[in-house]
């Protein structure tokens, strides 16, 4: 059974820090592409960040510069870094497994964010 389990959200002041976790299960987790995503209150569901099973990271064009995305393979997690944070990074951010090779593509339950003005 896989799991994904997201932890690190919260209320945060705009011009904040937060640091978001994702901590994986079930899944050979070296192999997986590892995505964070975000869904605002009437917005569609977005990618935020992606880092592919080599370590090579995109970003939505909103967050360079503010977010990073890393992995601990040893640990089977995904972080994601995120500074400057604005209210419109106000969302529930979910974890993402994916793997073209195996087929597979998971998601965790998300946690919300939510930036004060």
């Known amino acids: 059974q896989v799991v994904l389990v997201e932890s690190g959200g919260g209320l945060v002041e705009s011009g904040g820090s937060l640091r978001l976790s994702c901590a994986a299960s079930?899944?050979?987790?070296?192999?997986?592409?590892m995505g964070w995503h975000r869904q605002a209150p009437g917005k569609e569901r977005e990618l935020v960040a992606r880092?592919?099973?080599?370590?090579?990271?995109r970003y939505a064009d909103s967050v360079k510069g503010r977010f990073i995305i890393s992995r601990d393979n040893a640990k089977n997690t995904v972080y994601l870094q995120m500074n400057s944070l604005k209210p419109e990074d106000t969302a529930v951010y979910y974890c993402?497994?994916?793997?073209?090779?195996?087929?597979?593509?998971?998601w965790g339950q998300g946690t919300q964010v939510t930036v004060s003005s």
């Open positions: 993402e497994a994916g793997s073209s090779l195996l087929g597979g593509d998971y």
């Open positions: 079930g899944i050979i987790f070296s192999i997986y592409s």
């Open positions: 880092i592919n099973r080599g370590g090579g990271t």
